[in-house]
């Protein structure tokens, strides 16, 4: 006789679950597309599209959870006992990063002369960041490492081919062997972190002109396995910028001694590691004392991809929760249905949509300023400061209100919030955290008048349209009269809510933009997302952030 214990399942059946989120369109974002039509790379939406399909793919969404789910393993010495400093990683990764950098993730733009080329990169990122963020780390340095290399033009006609490549190939073998490369940073050392001037690496010339020997450590260095390292050290002139390379031209390993990997809070699939320096060979790169000046362009454009891969957090995980309640219900209703839950969501959707078009914005203006627009080139340089400051600040909080509009389901690591979660805090660490992003602002203030002129230029534009908006750009032009570092930080919160909001009162419909400049200006809001005024058009908002999910 068969008993009920003996029957499968027989407890319950599976009601009320979503279903799985993917496959799905990572580029259906109206707020992205707009924003590429407008910023000059309208060219690029087939691409786009192409790829935001393959970024929702349920294979790419497998990569990511792979990628995290299976560490980098450093290995140190072969098993002969030699020193190879090697990091082996889960060939998921291997299939992120073959599509990152064929689609033009990496250093592509550099080699693209057509307007919009870096536009189209950002928003690529902000596409293909629904797979998982960790991959991102190489491709961002190698794309900030090619304007930084100009300084030294004839070690960029070797490399520069390379690192504009779309071919990937992993491994490390001569450099000028290989189809592609990719390159990193070392910069941060254990005594000083950002304060990147206390380094005490030593460079010593040799006789052959231009090339170093480097005796020393860094304490941040992430992805290891790059061909090609821009290093910070101090030579006979004071602290200068040196590359250096894996594998010599000679085919012979480099000292580079991994001294460990990072057991770092989140970003799990990328390797971050101690290297040391013994009669390491570098090339210099830029006058001998001006190393801080030769990498700043670089520090502009990581900073820059700070800024697209917060949003890239934004978006992913307000996708994600929007799927969650548009399938779940309680208490009667749909969650998507409840009130109290579509404030939620519309909140977290305008924070999305004004860093998106901020983001979308700051790769515009670095288009313009390659291509020799100085005004731009101006603007660029303290709306990227307060750009990265401000929404990679809002990143963490995003993600856990995403996260909990899953409830306990969001909790477990199978839904993959955790993991977006454990991300976001670092994106307002890396490339300076916030103290050093808030006196940079001020430092960029000081010394270049044309920055503020840039910047109030930029939101006179929207001059007129929100009282709310003209009252706060006053309050900007006052505080910068008055600027201190004490209230560094507040003021470059609201020199980031002025710029959010100038771009949406010029681009966005009436409902985000009333909604924002009454919030995050006009002070109609509370302490936590899902504080909408009765007023605020919710169902417009919901509409435009989440087709097909209101």
């Known amino acids: ?26 580029c259906d974002d109206t707020v992205l597309l707009e924003g590429v039509r407008r910023e000059g790379a ?37 098993r002969y006992g030699n020193r190879v400093d090697e990091v082996e990683y889960h060939p998921s990764w291997h299939h992120l990063m073959r599509v990152a950098v064929g689609e033009g993730l990496a250093g592509a733009p550099w080699a693209d002369d057509r307007p919009g080329a870096h536009v189209a990169r950002t928003a690529g990122g902000l596409v293909w960041g629904h797979t998982e963020a960790g991959h991102g780390c190489p491709t961002s340095m190698t794309y900030a490492a090619v304007p930084a290399l100009r300084a030294q033009p004839e070690l960029a006609k070797v490399y520069e081919p390379l690192l504009t490549s779309r071919e990937y190939e992993p491994g490390l073998r001569t450099p000028t062997d290989k189809r592609g490369l990719l390159a990193g940073m070392g910069m941060t050392e254990k005594q000083g972190g950002s304060d990147v001037r206390t380094n005490t690496t030593t460079a010593t010339a040799t006789a052959e002109p231009g090339v170093y020997t480097l005796r020393g450590h860094k304490w941040f260095t992430s992805a290891p396995m790059c061909d090609v390292f821009l290093v910070l050290a101090q030579a006979a002139g004071g602290l ?34 101690e290297p040391e320096f013994d009669g390491t060979v570098a090339w210099l790169v830029g006058p001998e004392g001006q190393g801080v000046k030769t990498i700043i362009e670089m520090v502009n454009c990581t900073r820059l991809d700070c800024v697209m891969s917060s949003a890239t957090l934004m978006r992913k995980t307000l996708v994600e929760a929007g799927h969650h309640v548009r399938h779940r219900s309680a208490f009667g ?82 839904s993959g919030m955790p993991r977006h979660y454990r991300e976001a805090p ?29 910047l109030f230029d930029e939101l006179a534009l929207a001059r007129g349209a929100d009282a709310r908006l003209d009252a706060a750009v006053a309050r900007l032009r006052t505080g910068l009269g008055e600027a201190s570092e004490t209230g560094a930080r507040r003021l470059v919160e609201l020199m980031a809510l002025t710029l959010q909001a100038s771009l949406l009162v010029r681009h966005s419909p009436p409902a985000v933009a009333d909604a924002f400049c009454a919030t995050r200006l006009g002070g109609d809001w509370g302490h936590a997302f899902g504080t909408l005024p009765d007023t605020a058009d919710v169902d417009g908002i919901l509409a435009r952030a989440l087709p097909g999910e209101g």
């Open 1 to 26: 006789m068969t008993t009920p214990a003996q029957q499968p399942h027989a407890t319950h059946d599976v009601t009320n679950q979503p279903p799985p989120p993917a496959p799905y369109d990572a």
């Open 42 to 78: 309208g060219w690029a939406e087939d691409g786009l599209r192409r790829l935001g399909r393959r970024a929702g793919s349920a294979e790419a969404q497998e990569w990511g959870d792979l990628a995290n789910r299976h560490e980098p393993v450093l290995r140190t010495h072969d």
């Open 240 to 273: 200068s910028c040196f590359l250096v390379p894996r594998v010599l031209p000679d085919g012979t390993r480099n000292t580079f001694r991994i001294q460990r990997l990072k057991d770092k809070l989140g970003n799990r699939s990328n390797a971050s590691s």
């Open 333 to 414: 209703a749909r969650l998507v249905d409840q009130p109290l839950m579509r404030n939620v969501l519309a909140d977290l959707a305008l924070e999305s949509e004004a860093a998106t078009t901020l983001t979308l914005r700051l790769a515009g203006a670095a288009d313009r300023a390659v291509r020799g627009d100085a005004g731009e080139a101006a603007f660029r340089r303290i709306a990227t400061a307060a750009g990265k400051y401000w929404v990679t600040k809002r990143g963490p909080a995003f993600t856990a209100e995403a996260l909990e509009c899953l409830g306990g389901n969001g909790y477990v690591e199978e």
């Open 426 to 454: 670092l994106l307002s660490i890396w490339e300076g955290s916030g103290n050093v992003n808030a006196l940079d602002v001020l430092r960029a203030l000081g010394r270049s008048p044309a920055c503020a002129h840039a």
